[in-house]
Nanobody, 119 residues
Framework: QLQASGGGLVQPGGSLRLSCAAS????????MGWYRQIAGKQREMVAL???????NYGDSAKGRFAISRDNNKNIVYLQMTSLKPEDTAVYFC???????????????WGEGTLVTVSS
């Protein structure tokens, strides 16, 4: 239900934009965002954006990354700037949503997209 794209190889100091589209049975999306997993480390939160436009950034993203959302298309974006080699990771899209009008809010993960920052 979550399809991420936009990963790739970028030089240090460069920029990259990730996109994630949610599809399928969706009644309402509450939170969309991004996590990442650096090799050998635990998955960490990068940026989250709620349906009320509240944002939450991980320490590594503050001042360099910006999250935005197209609510009409159920797409979340992560604009990454001033990328560093330590940003190299698999980036996972996340969404907390309700599939039907009656039912629980559940969390979903995309498959991940690899971002490599290297010269």
């Amino acid at each position: 239900q979550l399809q991420a794209s936009g990963g790739g190889l970028v030089q240090p100091g460069g920029s990259l934009r990730l996109s994630c589209a949610a599809s399928g049975n969706i009644f309402r999306i509450y939170t969309m965002g991004w996590y990442r997993q650096i090799a050998g480390k635990q998955r960490e939160m990068v940026a989250l954006l709620t349906s009320t436009s509240d944002t939450n950034y991980g320490d590594s993203a503050k001042g360099r990354f910006a999250i935005s959302r197209d609510n009409n298309k159920n797409i979340v974006y992560l604009q990454m700037t001033s990328l560093k080699p330590e940003d190299t990771a698999v980036y996972f899209c996340y969404a907390a949503l309700r599939s039907f009008a009656v039912g629980p809010v559940a969390g979903y993960w995309g498959e991940g997209t690899l971002v490599t920052v290297s010269s």
